[in-house]
Every structure is written in structure tokens, then in C-alpha cells.
């Protein structure tokens, strides 16, 4: 079993390009999330879907764009990349949503992006 | 959202117990507490989660009091491999919508 898997695990951008970070889990879960973790910083919520065709802002939403493409598949994307979007970004997966279980995340492996 | 407080850092040696406590003052009627560990360059991994009492796995325990404004998770005898950042979770037990992480807790374990 893959359980969340995250493209590209690096990437440099140069301020103002746009890229498309991927997300996609094997394990059918329900909810997804994107998630960001600054050096020596914990991590702040992106964007979450909480179901397929669903989509909400987290704590620091400005200057992404996220698309649910079906059930596996979570996208995160950059449209005009700055600098302060130089961090680590985190895939995670949830099955919460069909049964009564609470904050068991699954999480990618990582996408370290830095934008110059 | 219940707001979670813990300590920036600890540490400990090898072979002790370590206890690291997380107040969510604000915690609402179905929301579970969990815990997360994190390694360098890794996502966080799940640990254990709870409602309420204690709760044992084969890695920790949770002890959570009456009242659940906070929590304790306990780590038997430590190793060096123990070493992470240690996260503490509140959500809802019927909506994982917003799961928001605190700054967490750096254990450091020396020999």
C-alpha cells in the first residue's frame, strides 16, 4: 500500500511562476488536507476537502488554489509563486466522514519547494 | 476550534518516562484528542487518540481527566529513536473539518 503519495518531492521556483503540487491516496479515504510547515515551525492548514467535490480555506488560504479532482486525488496549486511560499508542503488523508473517528491523519512524505 | 497549548521543548535521557501535557481549555462535547509524532523531513505519524480516561497502545498512553481540558500523553522508557516533535490534536468525532496544529512539543532524549 502507497497511502499518500506527493509530486514532486522538491521543486524551485522563481517568484511568479505557477506550478501544481499533486496529492493522491490509495486508501479511500474521505477527507484530504494540504498543509504547510516552515522551519522549525509546526503546521498550518492550507486548504481541506472534506468530502469529493468539496473544498474549504484553512488558517492561511492566500495565494493557493486547490482542486478535487475525485476522490483520490487532491491538488495544491501555486498560481504566481513569492518567496514566503518557500516551505514544506503536506499531503495528508482521512477516513473520517463514513465512521466516528476523529483526527487519525495519514500523511505524504513531503514536498520541499522553494521559490527564489 | 479548540486551541491547544503545549510545551516548546523537554527533555530526557534514555530509559525514562516522559510525559508531555497539552491544555485545550475549550474542547467541545465531541471532539477526541490525538497525538502525533513527527520526525525530520517527515510527515507526522499517529500515535494515539482518546475521548476520555486513559487510553494504552503498544507505543503510549493517553490520560485524559474528567474535565478534558487537557491531556497527557506518556512515553515508557524512551530511546534515542524517540527523539521528535510531538503534536497534540482536538477535533470533532463526526467532522474532521478544520484540524488545526498546534507548535507542538520538541523532545530531545540523550543517552
Known amino acids: 500500500n502507497a497511502g499518500v503519495t506527493q509530486t514532486p518531492k522538491f521543486q524551485v521556483l522563481k517568484t511568479g511562476q505557477s506550478m501544481t503540487l499533486q496529492c493522491a491516496q490509495d486508501m479511500n479515504h474521505n477527507s484530504m488536507y494540504w498543509y504547510r510547515q516552515d522551519p522549525g515551525m509546526g503546521l498550518r492548514l492550507i486548504y481541506y476537502?472534506?468530502?469529493?467535490?468539496?473544498?474549504d480555506k484553512g488558517e492561511v488560504p492566500n495565494g493557493y488554489n486547490v482542486s478535487r479532482l475525485n476522490k483520490r486525488e487532491f491538488s495544491l496549486r501555486l498560481e504566481s509563486a513569492a518567496p514566503s511560499q518557500t516551505s514544506v508542503y503536506f499531503c495528508?488523508?482521512?477516513?473520517?466522514?463514513?465512521?466516528?473517528?476523529?483526527?487519525?491523519?495519514?500523511f505524504g512524505e513531503g514536498s520541499r519547494l522553494t521559490v527564489l | 476550534l479548540a486551541k491547544t497549548t503545549q510545551p516548546i521543548s523537554m527533555d530526557s535521557y534514555e530509559g525514562q518516562e516522559v510525559n508531555i501535557t497539552c491544555s485545550h481549555n475549550?474542547?467541545?462535547?465531541?471532539?477526541?484528542i490525538t497525538w502525533y509524532q513527527q520526525f525530520p523531513s517527515q510527515g507526522p505519524r499517529f500515535i494515539i487518540q482518546g475521548y476520555k480516561t486513559k487510553v494504552t497502545n503498544e507505543v503510549a498512553s493517553l490520560f485524559i481527566p474528567a474535565d478534558r481540558k487537557s491531556s497527557t500523553l506518556s512515553l515508557p522508557r524512551v530511546s534515542l529513536s524517540d527523539t521528535a516533535v510531538y503534536y497534540c490534536l482536538v477535533g470533532r468525532s463526526y467532522n474532521t473539518d478544520k484540524l488545526i496544529f498546534g507548535t507542538g512539543t520538541r523532545l530531545q532524549v540523550f543517552p
Open positions: 495528508a488523508s482521512s477516513l473520517a466522514g463514513v465512521v466516528q473517528i476523529a483526527g487519525e491523519l495519514f
Open positions: 475549550n474542547i467541545a462535547t465531541n471532539d477526541y
Open positions: 476537502s472534506a468530502s469529493e467535490g468539496t473544498t
